[in-house]
């Protein structure tokens, strides 16, 4: 039964021990409630722009009762790190990363969605969330001669977890190495010493768990000595950059950067046409957290004939997440709660036949959910794209 | 009604790589989660909901190294009143019968009307320490509970039996119930019970308060190993009677008729 | 030599499987050590009972009582104490069924009998009893040795050991029971049919699992009878539930359930990673899908490339002939 709210001072210290200080800053303005996707579901309210203030007072997740408490867990574990709201905060406050303190806390107390205590203990002991065995990290690069990095390549290709062992996803890892290759990039990939990069593990809490991503990693990276790294992910791209503290002397690009680079210095020239419409979703991690817009844009605008096409409105920094971020990829919300559908009907309105992705995360939510809904639109990654339109 | 819980700390291994280590005789931990054993999650819930109905303490006990102790905390900011911890590192190899001996040693001196213990430890698998305390207490038990009602004096557990029967009981308190996953669903702490549970103490009982020369053990391990595994994706060609024919000798020869 | 012994195990009348497997290994022990299998039977009435399990063992020792109709531990303690303590037998064989679950341990403790439950496989050796068990969710293989001692309580996982056909010279013989009312702290009442909505997929031996190659909801009957036929249980991935032809709690997946049958048979699913994480635990897959390059095919041990409403319909047969010709 919720009563009038009883403050905790001790809650809010630990929540601001465990990393949420940003709540200091929020003035409830509300602007955050008004930026979530989640409220663009018709009767869910997400009240965001609440958490700070409760978090002030040490009244959140503060119940005693079984059911007040699993639905206040519940909230505290919907955000799904888009930072939409970040990017309307008129105080700057970075409320993913709050809510993460509140996470932090409850997962050491094995209080979180079951559906997460797989994924993680997965990726913890095989260091990838679909449990598979490092052996096998590299299989996916077996038949295209790719070494493996021993310093005398200039670049790493970190594929990540996902297209380093999704039959779906492993073309993607395919087209880019072979991007990479014709473009005449010298890379070779670090294969059964990778690790997850753990953006997702961190982003639940699980920091134990991050930690040991962080560590491994970095281990390897300095074994190898490696100083340039080229991911597929932007969630990689944007973790190294951010959280691994020994990588600051280490340039880390995303993949569309370099492409970009090679079609700037003319080392890929798309020829053969590609003549469909195509959409360009904005990742929320590569977008608006790490602000690469037009790179992708121009990579697509390069190809003969590709007749390219914005969501309306809903483009750039204000592209609406498809609900894979903080380990969405492994939630499960009931159907008429998934932000995919949202940006489906958005990508479905532009008429477009392919929709052109830059994350592995956001290719497998789409194709997934255009299936459930009976989209015939083509799901492809940017580099898949620019793979088809090379010539010979 | 005072009651108690058993809980055991065990490494989460249905999802993860296992791996033994040089001793031949245990896993390589370092890469493992560790979390309350997932049945006993569901006997501590059976607990605190009886608990929260008829009013009274719960008591939360593990036989475990220190590390157990953090497991019960957790069972703390879930609703439990007290936690004990007994060394394991003060009695050697464990096995199902010791364990049970150094839980009875600790319970023999506490109130008790129920006992809830998980049905199975997902580490050594053995099943049998909920049944074997009861026997060494005295009391009566069911085992593979997946209810309980309880009216006046009767306590009504249902067991699961195979091939979805159950078996349905009339019992008296006191008595000791091994708790079958999915009978409940198990809470989640709040944070105001995880600050408490942070500051609670934490009892801890070892060898000079139980005498390790009357503890014996019935069983000890000689190996680990891993079991043979069999090939995978043989594509089963020939016409549908053919590929029949071959999909009822797989499942013959599984033992699975 | 003292003997083997194994609890026949037996429900609404009817001898169960487990029995056949305990009398088998029971038979492999004896073999080896040179001595007799006797089984005993507590039951009321017991002659269907020692009839089925006639020629399977050197001598049956029967009690029959009312009080034996039902299983219920605390009777079935006393009387096999009683049994023990006058027989000694080296062995005692018990199913690490839900019955020999609630029995085995309470009677070792009480006894003073070391006992090992759930094992795979046991064989002696010198005078000691080595057992093989499974630990670890399955992931490895243990070999534990019991201490040493006259006698040993041993529950035997089921599916372990296959049955054989033999005829033994069997000798009957009656025993008054020690036991003859039901004891008031813990009383069988009744058995209940659990409600179709509760079956619990993690629990099966055996899942049958369909996905949206199926189609249309009027093709589940179909596969639900498969099911039903061989044994095994009906879940999904979770486009079927998202359709809303079976309940939440048949989906198998990083956010359905874990599952890890002895064989699971994977009907039009395509194999997405979330559906794989929920089912590679499976100690056999097959997979039957109409796309040879459906990724499920990475994880299967047998993989069928057929349309599946061909295939269902002959595999049904099948099992179902080697069934009777087992029956
Ligand atoms: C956050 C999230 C969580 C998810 N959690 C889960 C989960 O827990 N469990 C789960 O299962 N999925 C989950 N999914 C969905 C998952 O990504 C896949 O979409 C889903 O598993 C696909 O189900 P399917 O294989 O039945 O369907 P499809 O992928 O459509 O596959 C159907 C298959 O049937 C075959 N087929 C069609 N007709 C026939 C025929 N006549 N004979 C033989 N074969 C035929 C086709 O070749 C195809 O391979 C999740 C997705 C997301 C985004
Ligand atoms: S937009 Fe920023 S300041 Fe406004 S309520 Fe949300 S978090 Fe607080
Ligand atoms: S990060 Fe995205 S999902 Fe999370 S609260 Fe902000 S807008 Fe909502």
Known sequence: ?392 | MDIIACIKRVPQTAEADVKIDSSGKDIVKDRLQFDMNESDTYALEEAILLKEKFSGSLTVISVGTFDAEDTLRIALAKGADNAIRIKAEDFGELDGYKTAQLLKAVIKDLKHDAIFTGCIATDDYYSQVGVTLAELLGMPHASLVTKIEIDGNTVHAYRELEGGLLEHLAMSLPALFTIQTGINEPRYASLIAIRRAAKKEIKVIGKEEINAEDIVSFSSLEKLFTPPVGERAEILSGTLDEIGTRVQGIVKEKGLL | MAEIFALVEHRQGAVRDITYELLTCGRKLATAQNTKLTALVFASPADKIVESIQERADRIIVMEHGVFENFNAEIYQLALRDILEKEKPHVTLIGHTAFGYDLCPALGAEMGIPFATDCLDIEFTGSRLRVTRSVYDGKLDAHVLLKEHTSYLVTLRSGCFTPEEVSLATEVVKQESPVTEQPEYRKFVDYIEAAVGEVDITKADIIVSVGRGIKEQANLPVMEEFATAIGGVLSCSRPVVDAGWLPKDRQVGSSGKTVKPKLYIALGISGAFQHIVGMKGADTIIAVNKDPNAPIFNEADYGIVEDLFKVVPVLKEKILDAKKLKG
């Not at chain 1, 809904?373 to 580099?383: F, L, P, R, T, W």
């Open chain 1, 1 to 392: 039964m919720r009563g009038i709210i009883n403050i905790n001072p001790e809650i809010r210290d630990a929540i601001l021990e465990s990393g949420g200080d940003d709540a200091i800053k929020c003035y409830s303005c509300g602007r955050c409630m008004a930026a979530c996707p989640w409220n663009l579901i018709d009767d869910l309210d997400y009240t965001t722009y609440r958490f700070c203030q409760r978090i002030k007072l040490g009244a959140i997740v503060d119940s005693e009762a079984k059911e007040d408490i699993a639905a206040d867990t519940d909230e505290v574990f919907r955000c799904i790190g888009c930072d939409s709201c970040r990017h309307e905060c008129p105080r700057g406050v970075n409320l993913s990363d709050v809510l993460r303190a509140v996470r932090r806390i409850l997962v050491d107390y094995d209080s979180y969605p079951a559906e997460l205590k797989g994924v993680i203990s997965r990726l913890y002991s095989s260091g990838n969330p679909l449990g598979e065995s490092s052996a096998k990290r590299a299989d996916w690069a077996k038949d295209l001669g790719i070494p493996h990095f021993d310093g005398t390549q200039e670049f790493v290709y970190f594929p990540c977890c996902l297209p380093a062992y999704d039959a779906r996803l492993k073309l993607v890892a395919e087209a880019t190495a072979s991007l990479l290759t014709k473009a005449g990039i010298s890379f070779g990939i670090i294969g059964e010493e990778e690790f997850c990069c753990g953006e997702a593990v961190r982003r639940v809490g699980a920091e134990k768990v991050f930690q040991s991503a962080v560590n491994n990693n970095t281990r390897v990276f300095q074994k190898f000595n490696v100083k340039n790294v080229i991911t597929t992910s932007p969630h990689c791209f944007k973790t190294f950059q951010t959280d691994y503290p020994a990588f600051s002397d280490i340039q880390i690009m995303h993949v569309v950067q370099v492409l970009h680079q090679c079609l700037a210095d003319g080392k890929l020239k798309p020829e053969r046409p590609f003549k469909k419409k195509v959409v360009y979703h904005d990742p929320c991690t590569l977008g608006r957290q790490m602000g690469i817009y037009d790179q992708p844009r121009e990579l697509l605008q390069s190809i003969p004939e590709l007749n390219l096409v914005e969501v309306p409105v809903f483009n750039r920094e204000f592209s609406v997440c498809c609900g894979a971020g903080a380990m969405g990829l492994w939630r499960d919300w009931p159907q008429d709660q998934r932000l995919v559908k949202i940006r489906t009907e958005q990508i479905f309105a532009t008429g477009a036949d392919v929709l052109c992705v830059a994350c592995p995360y956001c290719l497998q939510m789409f194709e997934e959910n255009f299936k459930s809904m009976n989209v015939d639109i083509e799901v492809m990654d940017i580099s898949e794209i620019l793979f088809s339109s090379l010539g010979q």
